[in-house]
């Protein structure tokens, strides 16, 4: 996964003002509606999953439908984009794009052709996770200097004793460590339980206002 350059630059002032506000609307999902190949959920368009062969629009509008509304809000569009015909490598399958209002380009990850349905989805998850660390906590302070606590503590835990952290990716920073954490609180909760009970009431508590996802 990457974060296209423009990303840390880019201006979040007016985004995530509304999250904390809008919390009683998570009982209200977003509109699904079909429009010419484009699924439509709430404002964010989503299309050409089915290029893929492994996933539709309808499964991914439906899939990010479980999240809070607010986590898709300002997302444009949510695309899959099948790798060129010139492009060789064989590792490649696909990109999955989103496209955020003031970057100068995508926040992408690739997909490959071993790719399973459920890898699929934790690819687009930690896209989503890395778009709402910079919603959220880029716009309130507080609860940054809270997960940069977290985080730090969380590193110290792994060097010690090798737990603390979903992966090793998290090493990369907090915004990474967000975005795995995010990720594995909607797919996998007992994982992150069993890694940081911290980390889980954070996402818990701050993140997806209470809601909780168990298998």
């Not at 507080?142 to 969380?154: F, G, P, Q």
């Amino acid at each position: 996964m990457k974060v296209v350059e423009g990303l840390m630059a880019y201006s979040w002032e007016n985004e995530g003002q509304n999250l904390e506000a809008n919390s009683a609307e998570l009982s209200e999902p977003l509109t699904l509606s079909i429009e010419e190949g484009v699924e439509r959920l709430g404002s964010s368009e989503i299309s050409q999953f089915e290029a893929g062969e492994l996933i539709v629009n309808a499964e991914i509008a439906e899939y990010l439908n479980t999240l809070p509304p607010t986590h898709l809000e300002n997302i444009c569009t949510i695309k899959y984009e099948p790798k060129p015909k010139s492009e060789s490598s064989a590792e490649i399958k696909g990109t999955i794009k989103l496209r955020l209002p003031g970057i100068e380009g995508w926040v992408s990850a690739k997909s490959s052709p071993e790719q399973s349905v459920e890898s699929f989805r934790e690819n687009l998850t930690y896209e989503v996770g890395l778009k709402v660390y910079f919603d959220v906590l880029v716009t309130r302070l507080e609860l940054e200097a809270k997960w940069s606590d977290i985080h730090h503590r969380s590193l110290e835990q792994f060097v010690k004793g090798g737990f603390g952290l979903i992966s090793e990716r998290s090493l990369q920073g907090k915004a990474e460590d967000f975005a795995e954490t995010y990720t594995v609180y909607r797919l996998d909760s007992d994982k992150l339980l069993a890694c940081s009970n911290e980390k889980y009431e954070f996402m818990r508590e701050e993140i997806f206002y209470g809601r909780e996802y168990h298998s």
